[in-house]
């Protein structure tokens, strides 16, 4: 069956830090991907897509890397701040679907 | 704000009874997804409707059922209500939604559903 999955124990990092957060996934072959950031109580909110012929992306202090071969995507934050504290979500095309992992917990302390 | 109207935010319900949640989506966008999210689950596929068509359909039970009406808004129907039912319902919107394009998905702020 198809899974994504994420590191379900939070990550707790200093501000200035980077995080990186990672994205597993088996039985896919995602034309793309895509990562989220959720709040409590809010709805999901796009960050980045990456494409499967494209092994990197970045917005700002944000970057994305997807290995089609390792079935991984990598999402790194730099020089985190407290306001990244939020839970990141990557999601899958399957089909017309979009499917998430159930997301990691980022906890940026000052 | 997203741009993608959910209501209610909240309802309170017994079991055994029928809910209707109610989206709009983006002005513009011709795709409606619905999603279930719940602690042990995470966010969870339901359907998706294309300019009134059904187009995708996931873990969605028979006791579930959705439309998407002429006008581009969606309603989530649960029937036959049981505890377990009991999570947060987000609605989102996309321009297309085909299966090859890349969209991006814009997600209402959910309806709450507690059933008691």
């Known amino acids: 069956s198809q899974k994504i999955e994420q590191n379900s124990e939070a990550l707790n990092i200093q501000e200035g830090k980077t995080a990186t957060l990672t994205c597993n996934y088996t039985?896919?072959?995602?034309?793309?991907l895509q990562w989220y950031r959720q709040d409590p109580g809010r709805g999901p909110v796009f960050l980045l897509l990456?494409?499967?012929?494209?092994k990197e992306k970045r917005k700002e202090r944000l970057k994305v890397t997807f290995d089609t071969t390792l079935k991984q995507s990598l999402f790194h934050i730099t020089a985190s701040q407290p306001a990244d504290s939020a839970t990141y979500l990557c999601?899958?095309?399957?089909?017309?679907?979009?499917?998430f992992g159930k997301g990691t917990s980022l906890l940026v302390t000052p | 704000d997203s741009g993608v109207t959910q209501t209610p935010k909240h309802l309170i319900t017994a079991t055994g009874q029928r809910v209707t949640l109610r989206c709009s989506p983006r002005?513009?966008?011709?795709?409606v997804y619905w999603y279930q999210q719940s602690l042990d689950q995470g966010l969870q596929f339901l359907i998706q409707?294309?300019?009134?068509?059904?187009?995708a359909k996931g873990n969605i039970l028979e006791r579930f059922s959705a439309q998407q009406f002429p006008d581009l808004h969606s309603e989530l129907n649960l029937s036959s209500l049981e505890l377990g039912d009991s999570a947060l319902y987000f609605c989102?919107?996309?321009?297309?939604?085909?299966?090859?394009?890349?969209?991006?998905?814009?997600f209402g702020s959910g309806t709450q559903l507690s059933v008691l």
């Open positions: 002005s513009g966008d011709l795709s």
């Open positions: 990456i494409r499967e012929n494209e």
């Open positions: 989102a919107s996309s321009a297309h939604g085909g299966s090859s394009t890349n969209e991006k998905l814009f």
């Open positions: 039985n896919y072959s995602p034309a793309y």
């Open positions: 999601a899958l095309n399957s089909g017309y679907a979009l499917n």
């Open positions: 409707y294309y300019n009134g068509e059904e187009r």
